[in-house]
């Protein structure tokens, strides 16, 4: 069975400083895929980023960043200088291949990790 | 307006009482999906539809039904609510052409059973 965890539960921050929220996975399948979503105050999800496993190339998108390593089985999200607004929970979840199945892409969450940014 | 939404926003119920949610969009996107959010469990399956009249059991369906006679809607039944069922109930669709798809989610629901 594949699980997602995200050790951190909670990161506080002061504004502009750089901040690591960490993702380890576990899966038997050789392809899959990965993301980040992020959850405001406001409650609803919002799509970051999606990674599959042949792609160890890592990303970075203005202030965001992501680092996949499959030998360490993990998919780190970085934020550089980070902003009051980007206080909110940050979801990473994994989704399995089931191409045979048709079963689209049924995402397992980690419990996600609180981040907050002060000023 | 397009997108996914979800009916009702809040909902306060009383133990035993069938309490429905709603879920349509707008995209015609193949794949839906209940997910529900509680505190130290993040987001977990509930059921998902990969078409009209396709259902199937996700991580956590005990207690739920769904249906899905229209594309465009997924309603998620609670027949007999339970207090263990408090919890905000996200749908979401993707497009399912791959698996590969980002998954859509409504607004969420916020489900109180007393």
């Known amino acids: 069975a594949q699980k997602v965890t995200q050790a951190q539960t909670e990161i506080s921050v002061v504004e502009k400083e750089d901040v690591t929220l960490d993702c380890v996975y576990e899966t038997r399948d050789t392809t899959y895929y990965l993301f980040w979503y992020k959850q405001p105050p406001s409650g609803e999800l919002v799509f970051l980023i999606r990674?599959?496993?042949?792609?160890?190339q890592n990303e970075i998108s203005g202030r965001y960043s992501w680092n996949f390593q499959k030998s360490t089985s993990s998919f780190n999200f970085t934020i550089t200088a980070s902003q009051v607004v980007d206080s909110a929970v940050y979801f990473c979840?994994?989704?399995?291949?089931?191409?045979?199945?048709?079963?689209?892409?049924?995402?397992?969450f980690g419990t996600g990790t609180q981040l907050k940014v002060e000023l | 307006d397009a997108g996914i939404t979800q009916s009702p926003r809040y909902k306060i119920t009383e133990t035993g009482r069938q309490v429905t949610l709603m879920c349509h969009q707008t995209?015609?996107?193949?794949?839906m999906f209940w997910y529900r959010q509680d505190l130290g469990h993040g987001l977990r399956l509930i059921y998902y539809s990969a078409a009209a009249d396709i259902t199937d059991k996700g991580e956590v369906p005990d207690g739920y039904v769904v249906s899905r006679s229209k594309t465009e809607n997924f309603p998620l039944t609670l027949e007999s609510a339970t207090r263990s069922q408090t919890s905000v109930y996200f749908c979401?669709?993707?497009?399912?052409?791959?698996?590969?798809?980002?998954?859509?989610f409504g607004p969420g629901t916020r489900l109180t059973v007393t």
């Open positions: 979840a994994l989704s399995e291949a089931h191409i045979l199945t048709g079963g689209g892409n049924k995402l397992t």
């Open positions: 990674r599959n496993s042949f792609d160890e």
């Open positions: 979401a669709s993707s497009d399912g052409e791959g698996i590969t798809d980002e998954q859509y």
């Open positions: 995209w015609s996107h193949s794949y």
